[in-house]
Structures are given as C-alpha cells and as structure tokens.
C-alpha cells in the first residue's frame, strides 16, 4: 500500500516537470498552429544560458531566471516576429522543417560553446531535501518544481482568460481572419504568444538544470515528452496539459519500480495506449464556434 | 459584358502541350548511358571512393522515399531513422542468429520496413499534420528502447556482424565492395525509376490530387487514408532495405546508432531541402550538394552542422521548391516530365512588364513612356510618389506567386495626410468651369486607351484575370469616362417655386471629399467608376484599392489622371488592408466613403460612417440566382449561365451563385452545363490560353473547397469539376442542392454552380427571394409575360431576362438591394445624386418684416 501511494506521488511531482515542458509547447500549438520541433532545444538552450550566467556572476540558479526568462522571451519574440510569421497559417511542411533545422543549429552552436559535456546546475542542496512521511520520503525539489507547474499553469490560464492580451490571444487563435478586420496585428499576437512561450521555456529549463543532467544533445528527449503529454491531455486547456503531465509521470515512476530501463519505455506505452484508444486526448479540443 | 459571353472572345484553349518525345528520349538515353557508365566504375575505382559512391548512392535512395513520403503524400515524417535501424538490425538477426546469406537477410529487412511501418502507421495516422511528424519521432524512439532492452540482439551496447557471415558475400574484398556497389546503384535506380513511374500511374495521380487538396480528392472517391498508408509502408520497406544496406557495409550497429534522427533523417531532410521538395529531380541534386558540401566542411565538425542547418532553413523561406525549382522557374527544364493537369509558372514573361524597358510603341508606333516603374516602389501617391510610413507590402503574380511589384502599405498617419491634401485641393477643382473638368475626363479616357496594354497586363497577373477581360474592363472605363464628363455639362439645380416674393434655387455642391474602398476583383473598373463621378462632380477622391491589387486598382490610375492634366491632389491613393480601410472611415476629413467589397466589412464601414457622420455608398456582395424555366432554350442558356458562374473565376458580385431550374428539365440542364464546365480550361492566364485563371489567394480557394465539400456532405452530387491544383479551381457543377446548405445561402466567390429545382412559378421566386442579398438576377423563359411578372417580384437591384447577371454598362444604375448595398446606385446620371449635396439659397430684394 505505502509502495502504491510512493509510487503515486513520485509520478505526480514528476509530472509538474512533464507538464512545465508541455505547456509551451501547447500555448504556440493552439495560438499558431505550429509545432516547434526546436522546443527541446529551447529549454536546454535556457538551462545553458543559466549554467553561462552562474558561471560568470555565482548565484543561485532560481535567480538566474530574472536574466534568462527576459531573455528567452525576446528571443521568443523574435524568432516568431522575423522567422515563424512566415509559416502561419501555410501548409504543415514548411515549419516544421524550419524548426527541425533550428533544432540541430541550437544543437550545434551548444555543442560549439559549451562541448559536449555533461552539466548540473547546484541548487544548494534543494535538490537533496526531503521530507519523510510514514516509512518514505518525498523530495523537497519535485514538491517545488510540482508547485511551480501548477502556479504556472494558473497565470497561463489567468492571462488566456482574464487579461486584455489574452482575449486578443484567443481571438487571434479562433478566426485570424475576422481578428485582423478588428484591428489585431495578428503578426505582433502571434509573437507575444510565442514570447510567453519562451518564458515558460525558460523557467523550465532552469528548474531540468537543477534537477537532472544535461547535455546539447537532450533537447530532443524533452520535445517527446512534451509531445506526449499534450496527446494524451487533448488540446483542450493548460490543465490537460496538467494531468497529461502527471499520467506520464506515474506511468514512467510505475515502469521505473519494475526495471530502471522500462521507466521511459512505460510512458511511451501509456502515450501508445491513449492514441488507440482516444485519438483526441482526455480533453479534446471544445469548438469555440 | 453580355457581349463576351456571346461573341466567343473567350478563346479557345489550346491543349496543353509538352515538351516533345524527342527530348524525354534523349534524356532518358542520356541517364541509361549515365547508369551503365556508373556500372562499371568499380573497375577503375579506389576502395576510399567506392565507400563515398555506394553511401552517396544509398543516400540518394534515402532522400528519393522521403521525397515521395512528404514532397508527394504530404507525410512530414522525422522518424525514418525506425525502418533504418528496423531494417538492420533484422539483417543482423537473420543473418547472424539465424544463419541466413545476407542478400536473403536484406530481402528480411525489407519486409520487416513494411511491417513495422504497417504497425507504426495503424498509430500514427490517427494523428494530423505536424502531430504526425512528432509522432513518427516518438516511433522510432520507442524502437530504439525496445532494442536496446533485448538481449538478443546485443541491448544498449551493439552487435556486431561474425566475419563468416560477410565472407558468405565472397572471399575477396574488393569482389564484395563491387557488389555492395552494384547494390547500392542498383537500389539508387529503383527508387529514382520506381518514384518516376508511380507518379506517372493513374496512382501517382491519385497522389497528387492528395496532396492538393485531400478534401476534393476524397469528394471525387479517392480513399486518402489507404493511399498514403501504401506510400507509407512503401516507403518504409524501402528505407529499411537501405537501412540494411548501411549496417552490412558498417558490420557493426548500437541502437542509438541504428536509430540516429541525425544521420537518417536530418541529413535526408536537409538533401531534399535543398534539392527540392515534391520533385524527383530535387534529391538528385541535393544528394551532389550534401556530398559537396561535406568534403569542404566535415572537418569543422559541429559547424558543418550549423552551416547545414542554415542553408536548409534559408532555402525554406527563400527558396521553398529548393535549387532544382529555381532552376526549373528559370528554364523549364524537367527531366522527369509529369503529366501536370495545369502548368504553371513557365511562360515568358510578358514584354510590357519586363524591368529594362521603360518605354513602350502603342499600336502607331508611337514611343509612349511607361506607367509603372520601380521608383513608385513603396509609395503612396499624393499628386506624387511618396515612400509610404506604413511599410511595404510584396504584390505577387496570382497565377505563379512570383513577385510583381512592391506596394506601400498605408498607414493611418499615411490617410491622415491624404485626406488633408485631398481637402486643400477640393476648393480650387469644385471651383473650374465644368469644361475643365470635363476635358480632364476626356483626356483621361484618351490615356486609357493608349496605355491599353500595359495596363491589360497588370490587370492579368495581379488579379488573375483572362486576358479577353482586361482590355473590357478598361474599354468600359473609356466608355464611363467619357459619358461622366458629359454629365459635368448637366444642369445643376433648379428654381423652386416659392410663397414669398424671393428668388428661391437649389443647387448641386460638391460633398467634399471622397474616400473609395475597393477589393481586388476588377480593381480597374470598380474604382474608376467610383473616381470618376466623383471628379466630375466636383470632388476630390482617396482611393484606397486592396493591397493585394494596388497596381492596377491604384498606381495606374493615378498615372493616367497624371497625364490626363488632373492637379495634384485631387486625387490621392493609400494602398493598404483592413486597417487602412478603417482609417480611411474615421478620417474627419473625409465627407463621404464608397465601398465595394463583402457584406461583412460593408457593416463595418456603415458602422464607421455613421460614428464620423459620413454619407456611406456601400456596393457589397450578391447571391444571385437565374431561374430557368421549362421552356428555356437550355443549350442557349447554359452557354450564358456557364459563364454567368464561371466567368473571373465566379470572383465578381454579380456572379451567378444559384441556378434555380424547373424540375421537368433539371437533368438535361445539369448535364448541359457539365459538359459545359468539365470543356473550359484551368491555368495560369499569362502563360497559356486558358477560360479560367487562379483564385486570388489560398483562403478564399480553401472557403471554396469547404463549401463544396459541406454540401456534399449534406447530400449535394458534384457532376463536374469539384478539385483543385493550389489557387486553381475546377469550374464545378453540383445537383441537388438544397436551401439549408451553406453553398446555397452564402456567397461562394468561387468558380460553382449549385442547382436547385423547383415545381412552380411561385416556388420559383419564392427560392429565389430566400437570400438576404439582392443584387442582380436573371430569367430564362420565352414567354415574356411571365418573364416580366416574375421580374417586377423580385427583390433585386437588377434583373436581366434571357441573359445572366454578369452585366455592367455606363448607363444602367447599378446596385442592389438588402444586403447588397444601402441604396447607392453608379452608372450614367446616378453620378448626380450620389456624388452631390444640395444647397437650397432664397434671395429677396429687401429683407422682409417680422413681428419681432
């Protein structure tokens, strides 16, 4: 019973980091209609942009953020403003091949700066602390990362559904066309969409850096599971992202207890499992029309 | 325009025709030659370059299946690095565990590819468009982990191939690399030829009509889903027999390197990228880049890879069609000749827009200057060329999406500006004799006249137009012209009786100034039938044409007025869209707005005027019906409802969007007009002789396709056309169109003719009533009487019997009904009414008593 309920709650903070890696990924997904397969890449972009910051002014790794997440969010801007706005709205093929030759440049240029060493931001031992309950433990830094998912996922929702920006973000997203007509610089939308995106992005990566390894050739890894957990939450809203992250979560921290090398393998399984049986997610996608 | 329909000016297409069998003889003679030469390379090569030959060859072959899987299927995939590491490792394990020669073990994995892509696909294809392309990743991730969790096959550390195994292949090593070469060659040809003669099946068709709109090609009873699951497994089985290829010649394998999306699948992407996507030739060429490329800068290692990325992203956005289709956009050269249902892009371009002459003879011979050249580029014109503060916007040729011009995008500060020039010059034009005003007109229609085919020409490639069309919507501006500098001799106003011993007179002013909004369609012809009234009775105009047509719709007429002898200012033209528009609405110095253009942004602009108090003269949309009685002539009829329908692409407001026909005759009728329809030709209109050119723009096609594809849905049959290649739209007939369909109550703006039946005189108005718009319609019957009754029941602005309703003339008011308009009329005398306001002035001799 005590072996369910750990296994349970390993999943579940471990699926606040699945649902941080997701959610911008869904937010540029259901704004523009383009996948980023850059989107990995970003993150570890922004763990290194972190690890650079530490290294020349030693700091603790959250507060590399007030750099970093300004940053990654112009960077957001611009990309989608000069590059991505192109894209929208044209056939499938062409953004996701731009962004998959992104992908490998972000790759690159990490491998050229950084090499290809494996790297850990220290969080001064937040990342050790636990508290015990009963016979088990649960680690202070997945309760805090669990909690920063789930404040994250409230602002989004908070600035879609409360805030001036967000009513244009949805108008924008529903029929650009008629947006446009009500005076919506759609290409100036699309970008500060894209740059909250990267915001998160970098909120993500510095919170992976402190928690686990990485390397410039991991982006790839964390897009996969991005991906899964919004197949398997739907397209509906930032919380099916949410409960996207935390069934992957459980499922890999279930195939973990059975063999260390099942624990992704078990995810996949999960992901498979939800596209035979519902194509559309848990919570598809409402017409708004 | 009646007279278009009936005096055959439309021309007759001409087939289509390619190059000649010589030519296909030739190169396929020369690539035979080609292949047996590389045949027997192995004699004279080295070892080293043997290597770099058969990997170069099972590239090609890599690139070659993912070309046809997303350049043809439309099937992004970036998980083909599955069926590689699925294809050698199942050569490993046959051939190794189970002691098969390796030729069989390669045939194993081919089919290994196509079961396991055959699994792969049962998931994936419940996913659409960039999810399926994530998804193919996630696949091969998940092949990766199994892999590497089986023993058997080595796990997370590799496996290697036992020497007796590669010494099955023969003992000599040289002897081996010809023969892994020979493969290689061998695999390189079948897909290059296997690609070639799919595409060129009545399969390859099917695909192609896929990948254009999956939507029309399912209407027309294509199973899409099972073509691309066969390209899918196809491709994979192919990829897997590569993948095979690589790891006999590696002889060793480990899951990541089995698996890797860099080498089997970026680096592929990246060939096809560059090549060319969706052509056979583009891989060809990419592979010999890639190559290249890499001999220069593998040394650099990861900025190899940076640099490779660039190049692929910049050829994205530069060049879509990659190398091979800037070299074809050049040259027309194809190696691979598909028969194109419509080709597209290849015409020389036509002399009177070429860049290098400024000035061209009219019919006399005369040297005349040009009206458009570059330096307007950007602009604005406010009785000159000025650079606009808005920005610039790219005007493409529809036909071919290539670059025409560059326009200025007005912004609000642009019209604000405008529209106070246009103020300071109204005074001193309302001022001049009507004389000068009129001869201004006059000259202007004499400017037309010998501008003719420079303008005809922008007319064709901004707005897709046919060429018969241009020279009728400019000679019916000539004609328009000159019957409105009449009307600057009219009387202006009348002396009222009165009670009072005064003189007392009404009299015309000008309202001020005149801001014209107008869309793309027949740019030319609507805002000069706008400007025109408007200049002759005294006002002074801001025109405002679409962005997507600001060459013809504006530059060129502020151009002619130019040399016509019009003052500065009066005349004053803001490109731009939807913003400008709403400027222009808002300005305070603007009296009056006309607007042609959709229902939906002629509320907006009403909306406007009314905030501003502007007199507002809106000219919106039609659904316009015919209804074709039993005893219609039906070969006659369907001649003019054909091109009622079809003509311009059924992009004008007067279009025929419902064909309303008595039911004892319906079939015959639906049959005629078929014929009718699937015998005009589709296509680029500066190229070749077409009936129909493009749509203007790909979401106005995409409405098109949705509304056929609706009704179809709800029960309607296409019996002609129904597909179409990018903006190109088959003319479309569907029967059995009801009144709850979308296609029968909306206006369509598109190249369909929906027909509907009825029993009754009374149903038949009654169907033809059933619209909120009431623009133009028409009668088929020979019995006038009831032509004539039907008529004055009709709540249109216009009704044409024994004709269709694409119908312009000078002296016709035009304009509709409900929500085709808000009562403003153009044409002829109309031109008084609209474009002046009254001012009522009493004289007395001496000033009269009051009590007070």
Redesign the interface.
């Known amino acids: 019973m005590t072996l369910l309920v750990d296994i349970l709650l390993q999943g579940l903070l471990l699926g606040g980091l699945f649902a941080l890696y997701a959610a911008g990924l869904a937010l540029v ?1 259901g704004v523009m ?3 980023n ?1 850059a989107h990995g890449d970003f993150i570890v972009l922004a763990a290194f942009g972190a690890l650079a910051v530490v290294q020349s002014v030693p700091m603790h790794p959250f507060l590399t953020l007030l750099i970093v997440a300004p940053v990654m969010a112009a960077a957001g801007y611009g990309l989608q403003a000069g ?1 991505l706005n ?1 894209f929208v709205g ?9 962004t ?3 992908s ?2 972000v ?3 990490l ?2 700066i950084f090499s290809g060493d494996t790297r850990k931001l220290q969080g001064g031992g937040l990342e050790t602390a636990s508290i015990s309950y009963g016979d088990s433990a649960i680690g202070v830094y997945p309760l805090l990362v669990f909690t920063v998912a789930v404040l994250v996922i409230l602002a989004l929702q908070y600035i879609f559904f409360k805030t001036p920006i967000g009513h244009v973000l949805r108008a924008t997203a529903d029929d650009p ?1 008629t947006a ?2 009500m ?1 919506v ?1 759609t290409g100036h939308v699309y970008a500060v969409a894209s740059a909250i995106a990267f915001a998160v992005i970098a909120i993500v990566g510095v919170l992976m850096a402190v928690r686990t390894n990485f390397d410039p050739t991991t982006g ?2 964390r ?2 599971v991005a ?2 957990v919004v ?1 398997i939450g739907g397209l509906g809203s930032f919380w099916g992202a949410m409960v996207g992250g935390v069934i992957l979560g459980i499922a890999q921290s279930i195939g973990a207890r059975i063999d260390p ?2 624990q ?2 078990a995810g ?1 399984a999960v ?2 499992a939800v ?2 049986l519902r ?1 559309d997610g848990l919570f598809p996608r409402v017409a708004h029309r | 325009m009646s007279s278009i329909a009936t005096t055959g000016l439309v021309p007759e297409a001409e087939a289509t025709v390619n190059r000649g069998s010589d030519w296909t003889l030739s190169i396929f003679g020369a690539m035979a030659a080609l292949v047996v030469l590389l045949a027997l390379a192995p004699a004279v090569l080295d070892g080293g370059t043997m290597r770099l030959m058969i990997e170069l060859l099972l590239y090609l072959s890599l690139a070659q299946m993912w070309n046809l899987l997303a350049g043809y299927a439309g099937l992004v995939s970036v998980g083909q690095q599955a069926f590689v590491g699925v294809g050698g490792y199942m050569l490993f394990a046959l051939a190794a565990n189970a002691g098969l020669h390796p030729l069989v073990a390669l045939i194993g994995s081919g089919f290994a590819g196509a079961i396991a892509a055959a699994i792969i696909g049962a998931f994936l294809f419940r996913l659409r468009g960039p999810h399926f392309a994530i998804g193919t990743w996630v696949m091969a991730e998940i092949c990766l982990l199994t892999v590497a969790v089986m023993p058997g096959l080595g796990g997370g550390s590799g496996f290697s191939l036992p020497v007796a195994v590669v010494r099955e292949l023969g003992t000599d090593r040289a002897w081996r690399d010809s023969l892994i070469y020979w493969l290689a060659l061998g695999l390189a040809v079948v897909s290059v030829a296997g690609s070639y003669a799919v595409m060129r099946s009545r399969f390859g068709l099917a695909l192609l009509a896929v990948r254009d709109s999956e939507r029309a090609a399912e209407s027309l009873g294509v199973d899409s889903g099972r073509i691309k699951f066969i390209v899918y497994v196809g491709t994979a089985a192919m990829t897997a027999l590569v993948g095979g290829m690589i790891f006999l010649i590696k002889l060793r394998m480990t899951p990541d390197a089995a698996f890797s999306v860099l080498d089997w699948t970026a680096y592929v992407i990246f060939i096809v990228i560059i090549g060319g996507v969706g052509r056979i030739e583009g891989p060809l060429l990419g592979t010999l880049i890639f190559f290249g490329l890499r001999s220069l800068l593998a040394d650099l290692g990861s900025v190899y890879l940076i640099v490779l990325g660039c190049v692929a992203v910049a050829a994205m956005i530069w060049a879509p069609n990659g190398l091979w289709g800037l070299i074809a956009a050049r040259t027309g050269l194809e190696l691979f000749p598909l028969q194109h249902r419509y080709q597209r892009g290849i015409g020389a371009p036509h002399s009177s827009l070429n860049k290098e002459a400024h000035s061209m003879q009219d019919a006399a011979g005369k040297t005349i200057s040009k009206l458009i050249s570059d330096d307007m580029a950007g602009s604005i014109y406010l009785g000159r060329f000025e650079p606009a503060k808005g920005g610039t916007v790219p005007v493409t040729e529809k036909a071919t999406g290539e670059k025409l011009f560059v326009a200025g995008n007005a912004n609000a500060a642009d019209v604000a500006e405008a529209a106070k020039v246009a103020k300071a010059a109204q005074a001193a034009w309302g001022a001049l004799p009507p004389t000068a005003r009129g001869d201004v007109l006059r000259k202007f229609a004499a400017m037309c006249e010998a501008h003719m085919p420079e303008v005809s020409d922008w007319i064709i490639r901004e707005t897709g137009s046919i060429p018969p069309k241009a020279p009728f919507e400019i000679m019916t501006t000539v004609r328009e012209a000159i019957e409105v500098a009449g009307l600057t001799g009219q009387p202006v106003g009348h002396i009222l009786s009165s009670s009072l011993p005064r003189t007392s007179y009404a009299r015309r002013v000008p309202i001020g100034v005149v801001g014209v909004i107008t869309p793309w369609n027949s740019p030319f012809i609507l805002a000069a039938r706008v400007v025109l009234p408007a200049l002759a009775m005294g006002n002074s105009v801001v025109l405002k044409p679409d962005i997507q047509t600001p060459v013809c719709g504006g530059y060129a007429l502020a151009r002619l007025f130019e040399l016509a002898g019009l003052p500065a200012g009066v005349l004053c033209v803001v490109p731009g869209g939807p913003l400008t528009g709403e400027a222009l609405t808002l300005d305070p110095n603007i009296h009056m707005v006309s607007f042609t253009g959709s229902t939906l942004v002629g509320r907006r602009v009403a909306e406007n005027g009314g905030k501003t108090l502007k007199k507002v003269a809106l000219e919106l949309g039609g659904n316009n019906a015919a209804i074709i009685f039993e005893d219609a002539d039906i070969e006659k009829a369907t001649s003019a409802t054909a091109f009622g329908s079809f003509f311009h692409q059924g992009q004008i407001c007067f279009t025929l969007g419902r064909h309303l026909v008595h039911e004892s005759i319906a079939e015959a009728y639906g049959r005629r007009l078929s014929e009718r329809a699937m015998g005009l030709h589709v296509g680029d209109p500066a190229a070749q002789q077409v009936h129909l050119g493009p749509i203007i723009n790909e979401k106005q096609a995409a409405r098109v396709e949705t509304l056929v594809r609706d009704a179809v849905e709800k029960g309607a049959t296409i019996t002609a056309g129904g597909a179409r290649d990018g903006l190109f739209y088959k003319p479309t007939v569907m029967v059995n169109v009801t009144t709850d369909m979308p296609l029968y109550k909306e206006e369509i703006f598109g190249p369909v003719a929906p027909i509907t039946t009825f029993k009754t005189e009374a149903e038949a108005i009654a169907l033809a009533n059933d619209t909120a718009y009431g623009l133009a319609s028409s009668i088929f019957t020979r019995d006038q009487g009831r032509a004539m009754r039907v008529a004055r029941q009709l709540r249109t602005g216009i009704v044409h019997i024994n004709d269709q309703t694409v119908n312009h003339e000078v002296f016709g008011p035009i304009g509709g009904m409900g929500a085709s308009g808000n009562g403003a009329r153009s044409g002829g005398p109309s031109a008084l009414d609209e474009y002046t306001q009254w001012q009522w002035i009493t004289v007395h001799d001496e000033v009269p008593a009051y009590p007070f």
Do not use: C, K, W
């Open positions: 997904f209609r383009i996948v397969l590059l192109r044209t056939d499938t093929m062409a953004p996701l091949l731009v998959f030759g992104i490998i440049i790759q690159n240029v491998l050229q066309a446009r007509l005076g610089s790839p890894a897009l996969l991906f899964e197949i090398s099942y992704v393998l996949h992901f498979l596209l035979l194509p």
